[in-house]
């Protein structure tokens, strides 16, 4: 079993983008096509309110949404070699999906609730109000506090879409599962975050023509990094 390791986590993503970035950007732009409708619908709203510009804006950003699912779900399977083809755009449509993650999305949302609050509003009070330097300092470190709990509970969430894109888990069997899979690998998980961040940033640079490397390489790293965190829990 291959252990977990960052650089062999994004050598190997790299690997497999070869041969298939034409099914990826075919689902991304389809899937920009959809939002290019919700916000030609959002300005036409706003001109003239009407109940069917709102309604057909909303429907494209839930269809967009929706493919995103499908391209997340194209990335895990391409990093565990499987065979992938444009027809799987319609695998995020799937109801039983489009529930499972609604719900996911609300759990986190609840879940990263507190971690905002002690990140934020230590700030709020230190900017309106009147305190003492002590107090605003005592405040500040709570802030950071709250930011570093924030991310660190964000990286622990990080693949719980994927098990339900890839298993079907049910949304709490999937935030278990990634706490679980997760655990011991928030150091290597904020590295890749900040290696893909460079990577996004130079092929946007000479004319965003790295993109049409970088934009699979993202996806199919996200399934790769679920792939390894998988195995790796199983050893």
């Known amino acids: 079993m291959e252990n977990f390791t960052l650089f062999d986590t994004i050598k190997i993503a790299w690997e497999k983008v070869k041969g298939t970035k034409g099914i990826f950007w075919g689902i991304f732009l389809i899937m920009f ?117 924030a991310v660190y509970v964000m990286i622990r969430l990080a693949v719980a879409n994927a098990f339900i894109l890839d298993q079907k888990y049910n949304p709490i069997k999937a935030l278990k599962s990634s706490f679980r899979v997760t655990k011991s690998h928030v150091l290597e998980l904020i590295g890749i975050a900040f290696i893909n961040f460079l990577i996004l940033l130079i092929s946007a640079i000479p004319l965003g023509i790295g993109l049409i490397w970088s934009f699979p390489y993202l996806v199919i790293n996200f399934g790769e990094i679920y792939k390894k965190l998988v195995e790796n829990a199983r050893t």
């Open 33 to 149: 096509l959809f939002d290019i409708i919700n916000g030609i619908m959002g300005s036409l709203n706003k001109e003239s309110y009407s109940f069917t510009y709102a309604f057909i804006g909303l429907i494209a950003q839930l269809i967009g949404t929706f493919i995103s699912f499908s391209l997340l779900y194209l990335g895990i399977q391409r990093a565990f070699n499987r065979p992938i083809a444009f027809s799987l755009i319609k695998y995020g449509l799937q109801f039983s999906i489009i529930i499972r993650m609604i719900g996911l999305f609300i759990l986190q949302y609840l879940i990263m609730i507190p971690f905002l609050f002690l990140f934020i509003a230590p700030i709020f009070a230190v900017m309106k109000l009147d305190l003492s330097t002590a107090l605003s300092v005592v405040l500040i470190l709570v802030s950071i506090i709250g930011f570093v709990l």
